[in-house]
């Protein structure tokens, strides 16, 4: 959008392009008091810094205020805190030939850490011989370190423009899962690209389509959005990829314009084709199915050129969409209610006003968030309560650096960044849709019912919710295996403490029979001895005329002709003597038994 001026602030906006082509990386960037405010600038992050990129920044200089394009790509860290007064500001530089554009699309790839830039349209174009605007694709590559390099990546030759155009002004967003970029209609115009050089000044063309881009494999694909809009034709409104719902994600998106009235600036600008907020369109990425879903709850009034991002508290299975900005299409007082933040929030589709997020209206603003914690950033804005383009240019921003961010936790505004934020977590204002609701997550159902089955079927695979479901089935079983596990080792327990005195008896009672057995063995061992001897005696007993008495002989005795010698066995006693047992290995070892 150009800024009408006198031929002094044309000369001077003159000047400063051409110098701003020369300012290096390590450049310093302008000070906070000559910087007014920006608009039409892209906003982007790595999670490591802020890109902000584009647009037209308006500066307060020495011959009055002046107007011109950001030729280089201003760079803020974010892994250290800071506040709107001590933040650094570094640049990246653009080669010459690179062609300064306003909203456009710059998608991270996350696999490969590099942004590509597409759509958007030309600066000033009536006013600065800039390069024509070329069908071509740059990407950035960023260093870590806040600079980075600027390179064509797709030209103009390439076959991929053999379908596909660049345009502005269209719904985009991109899945950093997958890599792939999303981007609905728009228009084309004299500014988006030399082929539409036939088409009056400024005036848009709509063109209808989804197309796809595939950052990894710089592929595009262009299907149809018939089903969006009664021309497939969308201007101006916001999408966001939510990855948590279908198969592979879903589209949503909403605001905006739908361009029935094609080629009628002047009805657009009195908002006659405005979309209606409670219309919310759902796109199904992995049946390439469309729905619509009516919204309920604090709707917001019509509007374009607003900005959102989308939330996703870790421990809630729901997705917010945080909105702010925009106006009604047409400068002035009226566009004074657009300074409340909105949140959107899925499944429910219930808007919810944020109160006490109040801020000083803007519009063509740009939003982000790293997705790590509960901080928004929002970047410039032009103020369209004034009354044109040309008088807001005039008005410093209420932010300065044209940066604020929002608390969406909270739902508050503040003017630092904190990197050691903690993560987001639902507003109770929120919360309390599903929290009153009976119904469990996998089988929500908005208070007004699904538009279609086939939508409900697809918001019920919710995989934060399936994942949340499984795991507390998980935990329900592995708590039911426990209390078993439990119940078996304590009866296993008990078993072992009984076993212990069972085989103490058990053992206690084979020793008392062992020792039993040992007695028995014993005594009939020593029975039976005592028999043999009685037995011996008693034989000996009946030759009574020997003599009652049995003596064992003395160890003394000698038979002194060492011969054998047998107690005589014809009955006849020794005389004198006793009968005696011989000494057995007395007397020279000589063996001798009784007859």
Not at 114 to 122: D, N
Not at 406 to 431: E, G, H, I
Not at 455 to 479: D, F, I, W, Y
Request: glycine content about 10%; hydrophobic content about 35%; overall charge negative.
């Amino acid at each position: 959008m150009a800024i009408a001026g006198g031929n002094i602030l044309l000369m001077t906006w003159s000047l400063l392009l051409s110098l701003l082509f020369l300012v290096p990386a390590t450049a310093d960037y302008v000070s906070k008091q000559e910087f007014v405010n920006r608009y039409g600038a892209t906003a982007a992050t790595d999670g490591s810094y802020l890109y902000i990129d584009g647009g037209t920044e308006n500066i307060e200089g020495t011959g009055g205020l002046n107007s011109r394009n950001l030729s280089y790509t201003l760079t803020i860290p974010l892994t250290s805190s800071w506040t709107n007064d001590t933040v650094s500001i570094s640049t990246i530089s653009k080669s010459s030939d690179q062609v300064i554009w306003s909203e456009a699309v710059l998608w991270w790839d996350k696999a490969n850490k590099t942004f590509y830039q597409y759509g958007g349209e030309k600066v000033d174009i009536q006013y600065v011989d800039y390069p024509d605007p070329q069908l071509n694709i740059w990407t950035l590559t960023p260093d870590g370190q806040g600079g980075g390099e600027w390179k064509e990546a797709i030209d103009s030759q390439s076959s991929v423009w053999d379908n596909i155009t660049r345009p502005n002004g269209g719904l985009h967003d991109i899945d950093e899962s997958t890599g792939i970029g999303y981007y609905l209609a728009g228009f084309v115009s004299n500014w988006t690209s030399y082929q539409w050089h036939g088409i009056k000044n400024w005036e848009p063309m709509p063109i209808p389509g989804l197309v796809i881009f595939d950052t990894h494999t710089q592929t595009f694909q262009n299907k149809s959005s018939a089903e969006f809009s009664e021309y497939g034709y969308a201007m101006h409104g916001t999408m966001e990829v939510i990855p948590t719902f279908g198969d592979k994600g879903i589209l949503v998106m909403f605001g905006g314009d739908d361009g029935r009235n094609a080629g009628t600036f002047a009805e657009y600008e009195q908002g006659q084709t405005m979309r209606d907020m409670s219309n919310i369109t759902v796109y199904d990425i992995a049946n390439n199915a469309w729905y619509t879903q009516t919204a309920t709850g604090d709707v917001p009034v019509s509007r374009v050129d607003f900005c959102t991002v989308a939330a996703s508290d870790p421990d809630s299975p729901s997705y917010e969409i945080y909105m702010l900005g925009g106006y009604d299409g047409s400068f002035g007082t009226s566009n004074d209610q657009y300074n409340t933040v909105y949140v959107l929030s899925l499944p429910s589709f219930v808007w919810t006003r944020a109160s006490n997020a109040t801020y000083t209206p803007r519009a063509l603003l740009s939003c982000v968030t790293t997705g790590k914690d509960n901080q928004m950033m929002i970047v410039g804005g032009y103020d369209p309560t004034q009354d044109s383009l040309n008088a807001s240019a005039y008005v410093p921003d209420s932010w300065t650096w044209g940066i604020g961010v929002l608390n969406m936790s909270s739902m508050s505004f503040q003017d630092s960044w904190d990197a050691n934020a903690t993560r987001y977590k639902v507003p109770d204002a929120v919360s309390s849709e599903y929290s009153s609701s009976s119904e469990s997550w996998t089988n929500y159902t908005p208070s007004n019912g699904w538009t279609t089955t086939g939508l409900g079927l697809v918001m019920r695979q919710n995989s934060k919710a399936n994942a949340s479901s499984s795991s507390s089935s998980s935990t329900s079983t592995s708590t039911g295996t426990s209390t078993s596990t439990a119940t078996a080792s304590s009866s296993s327990d008990s078993s072992s403490s009984n076993l212990g005195p069972i085989l103490g008896g058990v053992l206690g009672g084979l020793c008392g029979i062992c020792i039993i057995l040992v007695a028995i063995l014993f005594f009939l061992k020593r029975l039976r001895r005592k028999r043999e001897q009685n037995k011996v005696a008693a034989e000996v007993g009946d030759q009574g005329k020997y003599g009652s008495d049995i003596h064992e002989l003395s160890a003394s005795w000698q038979n002194q002709n060492d011969a054998k010698v047998e107690l005589p066995g014809n009955g006849e006693p020794n005389k004198g003597k006793g009968a005696n047992e011989l000494d057995v290995g007395a007397h020279n070892g000589a063996a001798h038994e009784l007859p």
